[in-house]
């Protein structure tokens, strides 16, 4: 899996020249991510319907403009596809604002098709054969973004990449790769808990002051 850095291998591409994401612009990604919320630790079950001491939600960060806009930055040097697709409810959003920031449309898919309208489970125009990179929140087990896979493909498509925020570690990396796609992702749990840590460590020291 790459971590938040450019793919290597020959030279730089143009596009990995013309969009960089630091170690730096990294960590202050995840301080905000803490500092708003997003980590969370407690009793929780995931939409995987496993269980955790730690709960990560990229949405409560998506509704900030600037952890957007630094989540697309971040995600920017990775996108090198015809397209951009997220999931609804947190891919959406990720997916329009990287769209905004390497000027390629994006896609929109549901995780079940309308009954009503024109019953469409795909938003945004896909022709046969079009490479798509795929945007999301969190990646866990990778069942959540497989199933818009499946429906990317069975549309035409072809799903090169994964690009998630934070993965955690728990199958999704082996499960995308045993069907040929790439998971990249900016963040890991560990990041964010040692943030986390020295984020509650630096108040405390205020606290006694």
Request: with cysteine; charged share 30%.
């Amino acid at each position: 899996m790459v971590t938040g850095r450019p793919r290597v291998g020959g030279g730089a591409t143009d596009e990995e020249t013309a969009f960089r994401f630091t170690p730096e612009e990294r960590a202050q990604l995840a301080r905000l991510l803490v500092d708003c919320g997003a980590y969370q630790r407690g009793r929780f079950t995931l939409a995987s319907g496993k269980t955790s001491d730690t709960y990560v939600d990229v949405k409560k960060g998506l509704t900030r403009p600037d952890i957007l806009a630094l989540i697309a930055q971040a995600m920017a040097p990775h996108i090198d596809t015809d397209r951009i697709a997220g999931v609804e409810l947190a891919g959406v959003p990720i997916a329009a604002a990287v769209s905004i920031a390497v000027d390629k449309p994006c896609l929109f898919v549901r995780k079940e098709a309308k009954d009503h309208g024109t019953k469409r489970r795909i938003e945004g125009d896909l022709k046969a054969g079009e490479t798509v990179t795929f945007v999301e929140d969190v990646t866990t087990t990778g069942q959540s973004v497989m199933s818009g896979i499946d429906a990317v493909e069975q549309a035409g498509g072809k799903v090169l990449t994964v690009v998630a925020v934070v993965d955690r570690d728990e199958g999704a990396e082996d499960a995308l790769l045993a069907r040929g796609v790439e998971l990249v992702a900016i963040l890991d749990l560990p990041t964010l808990r040692r943030t986390h840590d020295e984020l509650e460590a630096y108040r405390a020291g205020l606290r006694r002051r």
